[in-house]
């Protein structure tokens, strides 16, 4: 295949913390122009089934996916898994333990925003989830602007739910080797989500990138819609370097929260190993 092709290969749905359907996600993807779409929710494969027949009603071709939760030298990072069987058992049984304990971190969160004065977020955050094992900060958000308490999410986060901020909850995901093996052992490749947010040190990048590889993980997100222009050019550097494919996704969550539309980003920069060219064989 080509780099021209208009792949957008990360997004959000009600299954985790975006607020459309799959079919939603599928048509909207679609009336974007999206040659190949992966719908690649929280530490969940729910919604797989239902995106691949949207996706092929359209005859918008699909890879499943997943963006699982790690915690790497104590900080969160992004694993995004593409190709996998969504029936795949030691991946089913992986996400579901990932889950696990986000109920509790999310009250824990409730009791901490509750000393500042913000009463019931537990039972406001719920209002908007729509998978009862998927509650996250993002429908935390959701609460806090629609009570008044702040003007738009990136506030809700950066006031309340960040490091340091009294909503905010250490919590400890899952393992990067196990999440890059239960991927792999998925028949998927193991991709980097938006290396940029993660703030690292170059030592700590330098750590991330080589035990990412060491355990079989073969692609990083350049194209985001995490990523500002000038971090496509870092982190294409980057992929190169660290001879990994490279792979592009809006990362949507909402029409009323997301900047960047499905399938509108620019192509991958040149003198890149797109990640669906390792893929063909996984596309649906
Ligand atoms: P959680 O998995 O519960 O920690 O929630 C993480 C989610 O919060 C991410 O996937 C994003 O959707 C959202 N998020 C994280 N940081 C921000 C931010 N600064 N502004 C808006 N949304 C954010
Ligand atoms: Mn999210
Ligand atoms: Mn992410
Ligand atoms: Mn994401």
Redesign the pocket.
Known sequence: MTHLLNADLHC?SVIS?GTLTPEALAARAHAHGVDLWALTD?DELGGQHRAMAAAKALGMRYLCGVEI?VTFIDH?VHIVGLGVDPDNAELLQGLRQTRGGRSERAMEMSNGLAKVGIKNAYEGALKFVGNPELI???HF?RFLVESGVCKE??EV??KYL?EGKPGFVPHRWASLKDAVRWIVNAQGMAIIAHPARYKFTPNEEFALFTEFKAHGGQGVEVVTGSHCAAEYVVYADTAREYGLAASRGSDF?SPDESHTELGTLPMLPGKLTPVWDLLATRIQ
Do not use: G
Request: no cysteine; charged share 20%; net charge positive.
């Open positions: 959000h913390d929280h939760s969160t996250s900060r993002t958000a999410t990136n986060f950066r960040t969550h």
